[in-house]
């Protein structure tokens, strides 16, 4: 590698399911190297990450090549652009994948740059990309939405968690933040970026609550019981 002469190596697709609101995942390209898949490992799961494995490339790839990740989904965002393949054992780059509101299986296909033959393809399932307990969480919320917007009370604190997680745009939360009331509050968030959000955001908020308003959780959690 050092005199230029082309290298080919086999590699490994690390993948990682983030904890925000809406869809991200981290999507590695690397060489197989067990000390540095343990350290990517490593990263993401301490940081509540969760991995998905999939199959790896049949073929190897050339060293300092570049690649171009897509997906089969019109609103999926993709950075960077293109990645090099290349050893970095301390901070190696990934492609980040934002999709808001996925409602169906989609494919990722990894392809070299300036080629049109992918190298890799993967398809990712629903049950794969959503939490298991995304039917459980959003049915919480839905089915107390009344004694939450009349009970909740600690609803400062909610809303700075929820723009911190991306649940909440700047605008939406400047918006919320004028209404006078709690539960005028608690009525806009339903009707504007938990409904915006789906299942998703409604996944956040509930976590939320479990901490902000973990007595009224657990009140309603007894009358489920």
Same mark, same amino acid.
């Given at each position: ?92 780059? #990934? ?44 049915? #919480? ?12 009370? !600690? ?7 929820? #723009? ?56 309603? !959690?007894?009358?489920?019981?």
């Amino acid at each position: 590698m050092k005199v230029g002469v082309p290298v080919k190596i086999n590699c490994k697709v690390l993948m990682y399911k983030t904890n925000t609101a809406f869809l991200t995942l981290h999507v590695y390209l690397i060489p197989c190297d067990p000390g540095l898949q343990q350290a990517i490992d490593k990263r993401q799961l301490s940081s509540g990450y969760k991995a998905i494995q999939k199959p790896h490339p049949e073929k190897s790839l050339k060293m300092r090549d570049r690649f171009i990740l897509t997906a089969d989904l019109d609103d999926a965002e993709i950075y960077p652009e293109k990645l090099k393949l290349r050893y970095e054992s301390r901070d190696p780059n #990934f492609f980040e994948v934002y999709v808001e509101n996925p409602d169906r299986k989609f494919t990722l296909k990894l392809t070299k740059e300036n080629e049109h033959q992918p190298v890799w393809t993967c398809a990712l399932r629903k049950d794969e990309y959503q939490s298991s307990a995304h039917i459980q969480v959003e049915h #919480f919320v839905d089915k107390h939405q009344c004694d939450l917007i009349a009970r909740v009370c !600690n609803i400062g604190p909610i809303l700075d968690n929820l #723009f911190r997680e991306g649940v909440i745009q700047q605008e939406d939360y400047d918006t919320i933040r004028t209404i006078p009331t709690t539960q005028e509050r608690m009525r806009k968030l339903y009707s504007g970026p938990l409904k915006a959000g789906g299942q998703a955001a409604k996944d956040v908020f509930f976590r939320i609550l479990k901490k902000e308003e973990s007595y009224l959780v657990a009140d309603l !959690n007894r009358k489920e019981s």
